[in-house]
Structures are given as C-alpha cells and as structure tokens.
Nanobody
Framework: QVRLVESGGGLVQSGGSLRLSCVVSGSIFSINAMGWYRQAPGKQRELVAVTTRDGNTNYIDAVKGRFTISRDNAKKTVYLQMNSLQPEDTAVYYC???????????????WGQGTQVTVSS
C-alpha cells in the first residue's frame, strides 16, 4: 500500500506565499517522477510542476518564476514553494508520484488526497 499525504495548503492574500509538502509512505522500492497538479472549480486538472529522480524540473508557463518544486529523496518528500500567489492560483493541489513497490513490479501512478489553496484578492 502506497500513500501520498499533502500538507501546507490554506488561505493567503494575493502576493503571499505557501509551501506545500507531500510525503510518500508504504511499500516503496523506488520513486521516479514526482509532481504537483491542481484543479480549479469547473476546470480540468492540470500539471503545475514536475521533478525527476535526478532533480530535473519543469513548470507550466503560468507559474514559472513564482513556484519552485524540489524533492528530498531520503525523506520521500516533494515540495512546492509558491510565491507571489494570485487569485487564479486558487485550486485544490494534488501530489503525484510514479512508484515501484518492488523490483518485479512496474511503476504505478499514485495520488494524494489534495490540499486546498485559496488566494484572496
């Protein structure tokens, strides 16, 4: 059983900052890519940022220069530092990870339960 648990969401004023964390636990052989997605009301879930096991990162244009994704492989944790938050960043943010539970099993994709981020104007 693999669990992803997010924390760090909340209510913040426009221009403020939040730091999201996501811890992966359970039967883990290896973790490949880890990422953050978000889903605003009435919109589809979208990829915000992703980081590979080697630390390479990629972002959607809307958050470049404001958000930073990072990971601590020893702690099996991925972070999303969000600065200069704007009302359009309001969404439920989901953690995602590609996990192998053993040498003999191929990678599966796992999701956290989501954490609400609300930015007031």
């Amino acid at each position: 059983q693999v669990r992803l648990v997010e924390s760090g969401g909340g209510l913040v004023q426009s221009g403020g900052s939040l730091r999201l964390s996501c811890v992966v636990s359970g039967s883990i052989f290896s973790i490949n890519a880890m990422g953050w997605y978000r889903q605003a009301p009435g919109k589809q879930r979208e990829l915000v940022a992703v980081t590979t096991r080697d630390g390479n990162t990629n972002y959607i244009d809307a958050v470049k220069g404001r958000f930073t994704i990072s990971r601590d492989n020893a702690k099996k944790t991925v972070y999303l530092q969000m600065n200069s938050l704007q009302p359009e960043d309001t969404a439920v943010y989901y953690c995602n990870a590609g996990v192998r539970t053993s040498w003999f099993v191929s990678e599966d994709e796992y999701w956290g339960q989501g954490t609400q981020v609300t930015v007031s104007s």
